[in-house]
């Protein structure tokens, strides 16, 4: 997906429900891609040792998720050979709560920015039989509620506003973008 024909591209809204236990393995916590002082880090402590003692433990695993191609247009694409097969573990053991990956995407620069460049997928586990007989893998319809897909052409036609906002911090917004305008223009 480097460049996606945004034509035909979809988008839906998806809600976890908070009653299931279903987990993701997360190959990309922030704390292997962000450069920390002591100080910040002890003050900042979200993962205790036996986490960040988990993920050394998975670090070699890790590294092979995030192997980058060296040709662009190459027919065989080898960095996708773990991830794969991560993948196929991870269907196949259908007695497991952990329903997919979320990793880092080799795509973007700098992602350590922040949660923009972070992937989730979530392989179907299912027999034959099943996925003929339903529209959607039934075990991960049932962890989500979603909405039905959007065309992104119409999504960008929106003027979208999230409810949290409040209309004073949108005109706070609004007036900082003019004043940054402005200075820009005014030198």
Do not use: H
Not at 16 to 22: H, L, Q, V
Not at 110 to 120: E, F, K, P, Q, T
Not at 142 to 160: A, D, G, H, M, R
Request: aromatic share 12%; with cysteine; net charge positive.
């Amino acid at each position: 997906m480097d460049k996606p024909d945004f034509d035909k591209l979809y988008i839906s809204a998806y809600k976890i429900d908070k009653n299931n236990d279903s987990k993701v393995l997360n190959i990309g916590p922030d704390f292997l891609y962000k450069q920390r002082s002591i100080l910040e880090s002890k003050r900042k402590n979200k993962y205790d040792f036996n986490t960040k003692l988990s993920y050394l433990a998975l670090w070699p695993l890790i590294i092979a998720c995030n192997y980058l191609k060296k040709y662009d247009n190459a027919s065989f694409v080898q960095e996708y050979i773990i991830p794969n097969l991560l993948m196929q573990w991870i269907s196949r053991n259908s007695n497991e709560n952990v329903v997919g990956i979320a990793y880092r995407s080799t795509k973007l620069p700098a992602n350590a920015l922040g949660s923009r460049g972070i992937n989730v997928v979530l392989p179907p586990k299912v027999r034959y039989e099943e996925m003929a007989n339903n529209e959607f893998c039934p075990n991960l319809a049932k962890i989500f509620k979603f909405t039905l897909p959007v065309s992104w052409q119409v999504l960008k036609t929106v003027e979208y506003v999230p409810e949290s906002v409040a209309q004073s911090d949108r005109e706070n917004l609004s007036r900082r973008l003019r004043r940054r305008k402005n200075r820009e223009l005014t030198g």
